[in-house]
């Protein structure tokens, strides 16, 4: 049996459109269980249904491998431009390879015209389930999970894919031993901005309004055409207060009620209901949801970025001081309705009025100034080592140098002249008068006028001549009184002068002194 998605009136399958309504029928969710599509993928469960179709836990038939399998709707089934477009997008989305984003390995169309996208299967639950379950979230907890957030849509964004549909059942987190891994899902609805700027008006769907409006940009809701990855960064911006907060910034009866408020309305501040949160964390929110895309951030990385220095928080670490508790935070409303995915033809109006623009200037707080660890004390002290040492070894070099040895071969300068010392004056050649009248034996007369003696017959005996040297004399008293004080120096060997009238040379036989003989009896 199908049904009308609009009525509610059951028909048969051979009925493909409902007669009040037109629109095309749908088969019952449920009726895919147990089937195979393309003769590879069995369906085996149905675990979600939103606006572009159904999900299914199946597996790969081929490699007995649990796959998730999303089906798209009928009704968008039946549009060959939509399911041109969907395949053309499921095929970008399949190149982005990030460990934050769901990986696509098929997709493809059955025998019966089911248009399918086949996926990595995860078990976990998703962002919206969590916050529903404890409420807002820790800070540290929601800047670690808007990390990895927003590396998946840096990578996808640099393909030139827009994902469009950014909402926190998007998100699946899966428990690690680390903490949480958060996925970033349903890529195969994103929007591909052509890298050389040109579009294919026969795919881009003009007529088709896709998105779930508590999480639309303004751009989505005023149906422009022109969607860039500013549109994500503003449905991040609402994942960020609604982690905050525990509920998303607008809410209303109808989509276009909401759509009207993310035109119109200012964005309310995270601070009016989380006291505890910093106030520079409340002003990247603002500034992530501002209404003209030019007063954003312009890339995801920046967002990041300021979100992590607002919370106190570093790259590769979190301080304790940081973390704010569950307990602290107003628990989660249970009154709001489920958000869909909306996918409606722009049959409504929309306002074109549009209050200015409110947006709060972010002031990016500078990181604490880093402590210096100079300590003067550690350059000082090798320092002075190194100058002892070198003294040390240029002093032991020096001492045991050559030049400070003294030479024993060296010649000690002799003793310095007196100056009160007489010059020597030179002997005179002998002459020989001196010697004249002496006996040829040897014995020596007495002269004419020497007294005569008691003994006068007694024979003198030659007494030898004593060497006589004045100058010797006076250097040794000069000497003696000008060094009293120093070292006794070497004798220098003394010369003999000679006197005028020098003595005969003695004779071989007056060389031995004469025997001692008594003195002979003086006769009268």
Do not use: W
């Amino acid at each position: 049996m199908k049904k009308c998605p609009k009525c509610g009136v059951e028909y048969s399958d051979q009925t493909t459109l409902c007669p009040t309504d037109g629109v095309a029928l749908e088969k019952d969710p449920d009726s895919l269980v147990g089937a195979t599509l393309a003769g590879k993928y069995r369906i085996d469960e149905r675990l979600n249904e939103g606006g572009m179709g159904t999900v299914y836990r199946g597996t790969h038939v081929l490699m007995d491998k649990t796959v998730a399998i999303k089906v798209l709707r009928p009704a968008l089934a039946a549009d060959e431009k939509i399911v041109a477009r969907f395949s053309r997008e499921a095929r970008a989305a399949s190149r982005i390879s990030h460990p934050n984003a769901l990986s696509v390995t098929d997709f493809g169309e059955d025998e019966n015209g089911n248009v399918f996208l086949v996926m990595e299967f995860l078990r976990g639950k998703t962002l919206k389930q969590v916050i529903r379950d404890g409420g807002p979230l820790p800070l540290t907890r929601i800047v670690d999970i808007t990390r990895q957030i927003g590396d998946a849509l840096n990578a996808a964004h640099a393909q030139g894919v827009v994902h469009r549909d950014l909402k926190s059942d998007n998100i699946m987190l899966i428990d690690t031993m680390t903490g949480d891994h958060a996925k970033v899902l349903d890529f195969g609805i994103a929007k591909i901005n052509e890298l050389d700027g040109s579009t294919d008006t026969g795919l881009t769907a003009p007529n088709l309004v896709i998105g779930t409006p508590q999480y639309m940009s303004p751009e989505q809701c005023a149906q422009n055409a022109k969607i860039d990855a500013r549109s994500d960064i503003y449905s991040l911006g609402v994942i960020l207060y609604e982690m905050l907060v525990g509920h998303v910034p607008f809410s209303g009866e109808s989509p276009t009620i909401v759509m009207m408020k993310h035109l119109q309305d200012p964005v309310p501040s995270v601070l009016e209901e989380r006291e505890d949160v910093p106030a520079p964390v409340a002003r990247v929110v603002a500034r992530a949801m501002a209404k003209v895309p030019g007063d954003r951030y312009q890339c995801v990385a920046d967002l990041i970025e300021d979100l992590t220095i607002a919370s106190g928080m570093t790259i590769f670490g979190v301080p304790p001081a940081a973390a704010v508790t569950n307990a602290s935070a107003p628990p989660a409303r249970s009154d709001e309705p489920d958000e869909v995915t909306v996918v409606r033809t722009r049959d409504e109006p929309v306002a074109s009025l549009r209050r200015a623009p409110v947006t709060v200037p972010v002031q990016t707080v500078p990181p604490a100034p880093i402590a210096s660890s100079f300590n003067p004390l550690k350059v000082l002290i090798p320092a002075a080592v190194a100058l002892l040492v070198v003294f040390a070894a240029f002093y032991t070099f020096t001492r045991n140098s050559p030049a400070s040895i003294p030479n024993a071969n060296e010649q000690v300068p002799a003793l310095a002249a007196d100056p009160n010392s007489q010059p020597v004056q030179p002997t005179q050649p002998p002459t020989g008068k001196a010697e004249e009248g002496l006996p040829a034996g040897g014995a020596v007369k007495p002269p004419a006028n020497v007294n005569a003696s008691p003994n006068a017959n007694a024979e003198v005996s030659p007494e030898p001549i004593e060497d006589f040297s004045p100058v010797v004399n006076a250097n040794e008293n000069a000497n003696t009184n000008s060094n009293s004080n120093r070292a006794p120096a070497l004798p220098e060997p003394t010369r003999s002068i000679v006197p005028d009238t020098a003595p005969p040379a003695p004779s071989p036989s007056a060389t031995k002194p004469p025997a001692e003989k008594p003195s002979p009896t003086a006769t009268p």
